[in-house]
């Protein structure tokens, strides 16, 4: 018997599965990311402006903040309370191999509120 050519039908038959399995990775790392980065610069914005919440255009500060750090802002929702203030975004990116399985986007959501106590912050997450 010529076993020649069963090594070549495996490799033929795994290469997509492994295929996939990369495209799975590359897409995760590309969420985890975005939702890092989000998260991280949300923290960032209210450890620096929080002394400024009860200004009038507090919320526009922070929205061109976001902004500047390329994240959306359309459904990005700014409650302030006596010495509260509640953060919260949804924005969606695109997946890059995530149409191979009908997923054309990824929704991210952050959210953070900041605590004002005797000039100090607290940030916890929604």
């Known amino acids: 018997m010529n076993k020649k050519g069963q090594t070549l039908i495996a490799f ?3 290469l997509p599965i492994v295929l996939l399995f990369l495209a799975f990775v590359v897409d995760t790392g590309l969420l985890l990311k975005e939702k890092t980065k989000g998260n991280s ?3 960032t914005i209210l450890k620096t402006t929080y002394k400024d919440y009860q200004e009038e255009n507090y919320e526009e500060k922070v929205k061109d903040l976001l902004e500047k750090n390329n994240i959306p802002t359309e459904n990005t929702i700014i409650k302030i309370e006596e010495k509260q203030i509640h953060v919260t975004n949804e924005y969606e990116i695109e997946s890059i191999f995530g149409s191979i399985i009908g997923l054309k986007t990824y929704k991210i959501k952050i959210g953070y509120s900041a605590s004002i106590n005797e000039e ?7």
């Open 12 to 14: 033929v038959l795994l």
């Open 41 to 43: 610069t949300l923290r």
């Open 120 to 126: 100090k912050i607290t940030i916890t997450k929604e």
